[in-house]
Every structure is written in C-alpha cells, then in structure tokens.
C-alpha cells in the first residue's frame, strides 16, 4: 500500500453515462497526477496538478474529460457521456516535488467498464 | 517509430534464474529511467530509479543504463515465484515531468 487511495476500485456504467472517479493523494504530495491504462499497454499520461493548478494536459484528454483538485488535496477525474472506448484502468499517483527528483507513488486505480 | 519498445512477453524462466528485461527509447529528452512493477490488477510499484549511465544495484534488482545506445535493462537474481508480475521501464525528460511507459513486460517465474 503506497498510501495513495483511489474510490471506487470498479465500476460499470452503461454509455452515455457520466461518472467521477476519487484519488486520494500521500498527505503532504504536492503534485498529482492521473494516468490511463488499457489492457497489455502501459499506463499513458492524462493530466497533473501542482497544489491546486491544472499544469498539463495530454491530447487523450478529450472534452468530455475534467478534472479537478480543488484546495490541492484529493482530485477527482469525470468522464461525461462514456463510450466504449473509455473502458480502462484509471491511475492516480502522486509525488513530493522538492528535491531534485519526483518519484511518482501509485493508487491501486479504478477499473471502468462501459457497456 | 513508437518512443518507447518493450517486448510484452510473457516470459517464463524457473525459480532461482537469472532474469534480464529490456527497453529501447527513442526520445534523446528522457534523462530519467525507472522500472515499476506491477501485479495484475494491481497499480504500478516503483522498483528503481536512475539517471546516470552505468549500473544501480538495489538487493537482488540491478539497472543497467545506456544512454549513447538509448538502452535500458532491469536484472533480477534469484528470481522467485512472488517476482511474477508485469515490469514496466518509464521515462521522464527531467526529475519533475510526467512518465512515459512503455507497454511491460510480463515474467512468471515457476517453482
């Protein structure tokens, strides 16, 4: 256990659906980060925070995806009206940028499954 | 040509062998090399982490970095049945930017 939590572990929803995801940072990370995983790929970067900005977006991350981190503690990721192609594993790590290196810890994730 | 190339395996060896796991990069940015491991359904786990060319040792785990050939290795002795799992190389283009994962490798190692 890395102490970062994510809720829920699973969840399935029927397209079109929207639905929000929950990570819960290491108390005193400062950054964090949510990544998506498909089967038999690594994961792929979607977005990260410093405290409470929003400093970087990734090209996967359509329209119908936000995110938030308001007050710079837990972040929480929805997806609106999911498609198929959304059925993944969502990662959320988080890290302590203040040394010269920032090693990412990761949340066990939430597996979606859009039907 | 894709960023990152990792054979996805799986690869299967006995209990107590030697096991070597490779990546290639293409991105002569990344200055910043990992290996996370991770159980199935399980989220990824920091194994090593480097940013020099040479070797890291870390109990039975060793890195192996070569930045002139934009290739890494990930070395485990004594593998044991509890090593199975998918070992994933990242990178990153500094020590506070974002990873760059290439697909895993899966490893089973039998009793």
């Known amino acids: 256990d890395t102490g970062v939590s994510q809720d829920p572990r699973h969840k399935i929803t029927k397209r079109g659906q929207n639905v929000t995801f929950r990570c819960d940072p290491i108390s005193e990370h400062n950054r964090l980060y949510w990544y998506r995983q498909t089967l038999g790929q690594g994961p792929e970067f979607l977005t990260y925070?410093?405290?409470?900005?929003?400093?970087?977006k990734s090209r996967l991350l359509s329209d119908r995806f936000s995110a938030e981190r308001p007050k710079g503690s837990f972040s929480t990721l929805e997806i609106q009206r999911t498609e198929q192609g959304d059925s993944a594993m969502y990662l959320c790590a988080s890290s302590l940028a203040r040394t010269s290196t920032d090693t990412q810890y990761f949340g066990p994730g939430t597996r979606l499954t859009v039907l | 040509q894709k960023e990152v190339e990792q054979d996805p395996g799986p690869l299967s060896v006995p209990e107590g062998a030697i096991v070597s796991l490779n990546c290639t990069y293409s991105n002569s940015a990344f200055q910043y090399f990992m290996w996370y491991r991770q159980y199935s359904r399980k989220g990824p786990e920091l194994l090593m982490y480097t940013y020099s060319s040479g070797n890291k040792e870390d109990g039975r785990f060793t890195a192996q970095v070569d930045k002139s050939s934009k290739y890494i290795s990930l070395f485990i002795r004594d593998s044991q049945p509890s090593d199975s799992a998918t070992y994933l190389c990242a990178w990153s283009n500094s020590g506070y930017s974002t990873l760059t994962f290439g697909k895993g490798t899966m490893l089973l190692v039998s009793p």
């Open positions: 925070f410093q405290n409470e900005a929003q400093l970087e």
